[in-house]
């Protein structure tokens, strides 16, 4: 009687039990997309590493001079980023290929120069 009790008290809560078979689908499902989460994050860390170039100007085919690795090169331009919307000494992204897939922010270190004005001044004769 008591175990009859039970039973109609789970339906009331709207909680189902689940046979064996039920069970196993559903850990079958969480294992998937555990293991979906789990290949994004190896593609992600497997990805091989950016190389950054300072914009340097853009041709009229699509192209951009940059300057990578320490030498100047003309690089094709992703169809998502513009010429016209980068400026002289802007970092870009560049994959394996050496082509412009991201533009990034300016540099925010480097070498800094002072400039003195030399003040002429003649003798007195």
Do not use: W
């Not at 009790?5 to 689908?25: A, I, K, N």
């Not at 969480?30 to 091989?48: F, G, H, S, T, Y």
């Not at 100047?72 to 010429?83: G, T």
């Amino acid at each position: 009687m008591k175990v009859l009790q039970v039973d109609v008290l789970y339906e009331d809560l709207g909680v189902q039990e689940f046979t064996p078979r039920e069970h196993l689908v559903h850990a079958l499902r969480q294992a998937r997309d555990e293991i979906a989460a789990l290949k994004e994050e190896v593609d992600k860390l497997c990805a091989p590493p950016s190389t950054y170039g300072v914009y340097l100007s853009a041709h009229d085919d699509d192209t951009v001079d940059v300057l990578a690795q320490g030498r100047k090169v003309r690089v094709k331009l992703h169809p998502a980023i513009k010429a016209e919307a980068l400026r002289p000494g802007q970092e870009l992204v560049l994959n394996e290929a050496l082509n412009v897939v991201a533009a990034a922010a300016y540099e925010i270190q480097g070498e800094s120069s002072r400039s003195r004005t030399a003040s002429t001044t003649s003798a007195p004769s």
